[in-house]
């Protein structure tokens, strides 16, 4: 990805075409590359570049971030708090810190790789949660070793199948679980 694309992130939330909510604190898009038949993106104002930049005096912000996207997503889907995936990449390829709130299916369009599946399916996505009680304890975030994790055979989240292709592990959530495909 060129450092130009990197910033892509920024350009998207300064673009009125692109925002869907907008306050104070946060902007919420759409993610431009949905994993999820919903998925959209929480990006904070603060100039934050991603999970590494968070401090013990950034946890109120995270708080809000996840409240403002999950009440967005649930009011504009009317999906339940429980159908959701909510939480960051260890890792981004993009220049803002960004809360992902989308919807647990994981059948979207541009779901095509095992190490997509992967990014929210191993430690690799880190909740909230987890980012708070870290940075309560220690005053930092503590990131995976490495991304191996997002290159392992992917599996189900819903029983132990396994496989290396993304389109085998569709065809089983649509056969087995009645995941639909919105492919």
């Not at 939330?13 to 759409?30: G, Q």
């Not at 013990?56 to 649930?74: C, D, R, S």
């Not at 803002?96 to 059948?107: A, E, G, I, N, T």
């Not at 994790?149 to 989240?157: K, S, Y």
Request: hydrophobic share 40%; glycine share 2%.
């Amino acid at each position: 990805m060129t450092n130009e694309a990197r910033n892509n992130l920024i350009l998207s939330m300064n673009d009125p075409s692109n925002i869907l909510y907008s306050d104070e604190f946060v902007v919420i898009i759409a993610d431009q590359y949905p994993k999820s038949e919903h998925h959209y993106l929480v990006m904070p104002k603060e100039d934050l570049f991603d999970v590494r930049s968070l401090k013990k005096h950034h946890i109120p912000k995270l708080i809000y971030m996840e409240l403002k996207g999950l009440e967005y997503v649930m009011h504009t889907t009317g999906l339940f708090a429980q159908d959701l995936l909510v939480g960051y990449h260890a890792f981004t390829s993009m220049n803002r810190l960004h809360l992902h709130v989308l919807s647990k299916d994981l059948c979207g369009p541009h779901m095509r790789l095992p190490q997509q599946w992967n990014s929210f399916n191993t430690e690799f996505f880190i909740p909230t949660h987890k980012i708070i009680s870290e940075l309560q304890s220690i005053g930092h975030v503590v990131l995976p070793s490495n991304k191996k994790m997002l290159h392992q055979p992917v599996q189900c989240d819903k029983c132990d199948f396994l496989t290396n292709e993304i389109k085998h592990l569709k065809l089983h959530l649509e056969m087995v679980h009645y995941v639909p495909q919105n492919v």
